[in-house]
């Protein structure tokens, strides 16, 4: 038999009230350390909410759709599984369509899914489209988290790209390194408009002027990032480090470096972004800055549930922070940066192998 509320709440020593609001996201909620040991002891003992009645008593489904433009996006699966976990926690169940870039097919799972009386919708890595009316007219909840195009959107989840950006030049910059050349990704992208900021707020932290002939733009995709690190190697004061606007055009930038005949790092550093897969296997690894994924599917289902109790409507975009993650291709490998790793002013590998031998 399965236990019932108010075994739990004798088991628990507390009242049937308490636990409710314990388990649910309560607009009056228990004591953080009571709401623990509950949850704890709702897991040890099997409990599971009747969601029929406790729909009745709450004029809720307690099930939320996710509507993804590409689930097989790298990521995709990690946003989701941010929102899944953050949701479970107070016993909400979700389902997932993919619309496939496809204005038409988003608009169908939106009415799809209020015909299914789901509670509130997010949408992940999605353009913002006509779709929102119904939603308006629904009276429904949404929120959008990662959102590929357009600017800043009320009641998003967003990473934080200038910051992102920034941190990984001011890493290249504490390594002594002065000449950072950029790869930015397409125009018309808000990351590549934010991290392109970054890069120009790290430089300017350490009083270096911008330079436009330092930045081209890549298309995200390796193959990208090599003739754009090509170009920027054939300049006559070449960049000794490259940061790149994603890993797979900082691994096109490695072989370019790599085709010239110089090292990473030893002779040009390199940081990506994202933190995807390769960036980990990869000779050398790639250093870069993580995307929150996960936490940013957390944060974009906790603004949700606060939409749903009548709070924080129509809130500014929620900045999540990503991490710089310091592996071999910057110099700095585990994260050290010790005076003895720094660059000395002494003339590079790349710039000898240039200047003429003499007889």
Known sequence: MPVTLYELARAAGVSVSTVSRALTNSKHPVNEKTRQQILALAQELGYRPNLVARGLRTDRTYTIGIIADNICSPFTPLIIRG???????DGY????INADWN???ETEAIHDLIGRSIDGIIFVESWLRAANITLDTANKPYVFVHRLFGI???NSVRPDERYGARLAVEHLLKLGHRRIGYINGPEGWFASEERLIGYQEGLASYGIAFDPMLVESGDWEVQSGYPV???LLKMPDPPDAIFAANDLMALGAIYAIQGAGLRVPDDIAVVGYDDREIASITRPTITTVSLPCYEMGQASAQLLLRLLDGQGEN???IPVRGKLIVRESCGAAEGKITPEKMRTHTTPRRLLMRQPIEA
């Open 103 to 105: 204005p038409e097919m």
């Open 93 to 96: 169940f979700n389902i997932i």
């Open 229 to 231: 690190a090509q170009r």
């Open 152 to 154: 800043s959107y009320p």
């Open 315 to 317: 809130l500014e975009a």
């Open 83 to 89: 929102i899944q976990d953050r949701l479970k926690l």
